[in-house]
């Protein structure tokens, strides 16, 4: 594109730019009569203007030569090609019932020859330019179907408030490229409903996919368990998501040891769970059916006495990132609060531990993203907030204020899936996912 600046017509300073323009169908007052008449008008008004610049130095116009004597030398060959130019585009004018012209000029519609070959004469004198470039005259018929060679627009700005340029580029979309890779939670979308539980064993529960499966698992297999009860064992296992949601499981895996409510997750072919009235941790394999590794959390508080908000024995809650498998917990030494643990997922040693500043009773879950901890305000309000972060990274925590909507008032189960880049819950029979959306690391 070319760019140039000038003056219009009244005097107003210009941005105007030329650029190739796409094929049309056909082109509205093909005559074009209208469009040369203004341009012819808006040359002839800076033809006077000119006149008067050369006036005011001495000269006397374009025709003042005859009239008045010899003219400057200097403005004689700029005032002979301005006459040239002029009568060039009146003989145009009358030649042109059947011959589209093209013509640019001042601020009015731009009206293109369809020919590709095009001369741009510009038309200056010393020291003084005409604002705009006036192109060669070409005529051809005007049912050419060559494209237009170039077409002249003219800029316009436009102010953009700082929140959407901060929603669109630092924040990113969900499920965009903008928003791949780790960061941190700014956004949770609204719950979609996935499937819903059709007995009272089903008020609370987990449901699961595998981020990193392995075979004959996929990342559409999903998983569930409802908790109500004491001695759950069932996991039921389905092909997807949509089988979920029309109650048919493909298989049910029976635990050898009861889990106890609703931290457990399915990760690289293992189901980890606690196991009831326990501070340990299990890894069940799912392909061989039956627990792998089993280790106790030392210190962990276990079947009440360490819960979320809501209940439900939630002392011990398993966890999956983009960087592995944590355990989420508090102890004696702790005081209640929060403890974060990473665990190996084939032996379950803890390989790190952070202890947090947040109250583990007085949230209603949580879950890591990114190496960081998220909290959960309410299991109830229907308008939630993601109200703490805790940064395993810096060791430090934040408050936040995250809009979560809590839409069946009993949140009892919210994990994060990597993969998904979703967040799985379960709220009153209902089992949701969230979008997430995260800033760029």
Known sequence: AFLRRADDSTGRCTYSFTVASPVEAGCPDAGGVSELRAELAALAARLSRLESRERGTGGSGPRG?????????????????????????????????????????????VWSPPRAARASVAVRGAGTALPHTVPGLATASRWDPQPLAYQE????????????????????????EDSAGCGELVWVGEPVVFGRADSIAGKYGVWMKDPEPVSPF??????????????????????????????????VHILPQPL????????????FFQPRRSRAVARYDLRGEAVTAEREIPGAGYHGQYPYSWGGYTDIDLAVDETGLWVIYSTEKARGAIVLSKLDPETLEIRQTWETNIRKRGVANSFVICGTLYTVSSYSAPNATINFAYDT???????????????????????????????????????VTYPVRLSRA
């Open 153 to 176: 627009l003219q800029s316009e700005r436009t102010e953009v408030p700082a929140s959407q340029l901060l929603e669109e580029t630092v924040l990113g979309r969900p499920g965009s």
């Open 218 to 251: 996929t990342r559409e297999t999903t998983w569930r368990v409802d908790a109500v009860g004491t001695e759950v064992r069932q996991l039921f296992q389905y092909e997807a998501a949509e089988q979920l949601a029309q109650g048919y499981p493909a298989k």
């Open 393 to 431: 990274a810096t060791s430090t925590s934040r408050a936040l204020s995250i809009p979560f909507e809590n839409r069946f008032r009993y949140l009892s189960m919210v994990d994060y899936n990597p993969a998904e880049r979703q967040l799985f819950a379960w709220d009153s029979f209902n089992m």
């Open 260 to 271: 106890e409510s609703t931290g457990a997750v399915i990760y690289r072919g293992g189901l």
């Open 65 to 109: 030569g005859e009239a008045g004597g010899a003219r400057d030398p200097q403005h004689a060959a700029p005032a002979a090609r301005l006459e040239a130019a002029y009568g060039e585009l009146l003989r145009a004018k009358h030649e042109a019932p059947d011959h589209s012209v093209g013509v640019s000029g001042g601020n009015g519609p």
